[in-house]
C-alpha cells in the first residue's frame, strides 16, 4: 500500500529565503508525482507534474526533482514571498491507479514579511 | 477556460439526512475525481468516473456513491448522514487518463450537525 510522507509538517521563514520541501513514498513504482499548494478553506492548485521518467521540472521560482529509486522528491522554492504561504501537498498515483491519488499530509509554510 | 466548479460550496445538515454535491469539470476533461478532506485523515480519494463509469473507487462506505452524466458533469451523493462526514469535498478533473494533470475545485464544506 502506497505510503506518503512529507516533512517538515511546518515551516516557517523570513522573506527572501530558499528553501526546501521535502516528500517520499513507500513505492517506487509510480507513474508521476504531483505537487499541489492550498490556501486556507480552498481547493488544490497544480504547480508541477514529474513524470517518473523525468528527473525534475521548473516552474518560475519552483523546482520539483524526482528520485524514484530512494522514493524521494524535493519541492525547492527560490526566494521566497509572502504570497507562496500555503500548504504544500506532494501526491502520487498508486502503481495503475490512473487517476486515484494519495496525498502526503503537507507541509504548512509561512513566510513572513 | 473556466476552472472546475462546485456546488454549493457550503453546506450544513443533521446526521441521517442525505446530501448531493455536483461537480462540473473543465471543457472537454472526462474524467472526475472526488477527494475528502479532513484534518484527522487528510485527503482520501473517493472514487473516479470516466466516461459515466466508475473506473476507481477508495475504501469509503457505501453509503458514499456517485455518478457521472453524458457532459461529464459528476454527482455524489452521502446518505444517512453522521458526524464524521464533516469535511471538504474536492473533486478533480483531467483528460484522460494516467498522467495527466489533475485540476481541483474550490470544494463544498459539508457540516454535519
Known amino acids: 500500500k502506497q505510503e506518503v510522507t512529507q516533512i517538515p509538517a511546518a515551516l516557517s521563514v523570513p522573506e527572501g529565503e530558499n528553501l526546501v520541501l521535502n516528500c517520499s513514498f513507500t513505492?517506487?513504482?509510480?507513474?508521476?508525482l504531483q505537487w499541489f499548494r492550498q490556501d486556507p478553506g480552498k481547493g488544490l492548485t497544480s504547480l508541477l507534474l514529474i513524470q517518473s521518467s523525468q528527473r525534475e521540472q521548473t516552474s518560475g521560482r519552483l523546482n520539483a526533482s524526482l528520485d524514484k529509486s530512494s522514493g524521494r522528491s524535493t519541492l525547492y522554492i527560490a526566494a521566497s514571498q509572502p504570497g507562496d504561504s500555503a500548504t504544500y501537498l506532494c501526491?502520487?498515483?498508486?502503481?495503475?491507479?490512473?487517476?486515484?491519488?494519495?496525498f502526503g499530509t503537507g507541509t504548512r509554510l509561512l513566510v513572513s514579511p | 477556460k473556466a476552472g472546475v466548479t462546485q456546488t454549493p460550496r457550503y453546506l450544513i445538515k443533521t446526521r441521517g439526512q442525505q446530501v448531493t454535491l455536483s461537480c462540473s469539470p473543465i471543457s472537454g476533461h472526462r474524467s472526475v475525481s472526488w477527494y475528502q478532506q479532513t484534518p484527522g485523515q487528510g485527503l482520501q480519494f473517493l472514487f473516479e468516473y470516466f466516461s459515466e463509469t466508475q473506473r476507481n473507487k477508495g475504501n469509503f462506505p457505501g453509503r458514499f456513491s456517485g455518478r457521472q452524466f453524458s457532459n461529464s458533469r459528476s454527482e455524489m451523493n452521502v446518505s444517512t448522514l453522521e458526524l464524521g462526514d464533516s469535511a471538504l469535498y474536492l473533486c478533480a478533473s483531467s483528460s484522460a487518463g494516467a498522467g495527466e494533470t489533475q485540476y481541483f475545485g474550490p470544494g463544498t464544506r459539508l457540516l454535519v450537525l
Open positions: 513505492d517506487s513504482a509510480i507513474y508521476n
Open positions: 501526491a502520487v498515483p498508486p502503481g495503475g491507479g490512473f487517476q486515484k491519488l494519495v
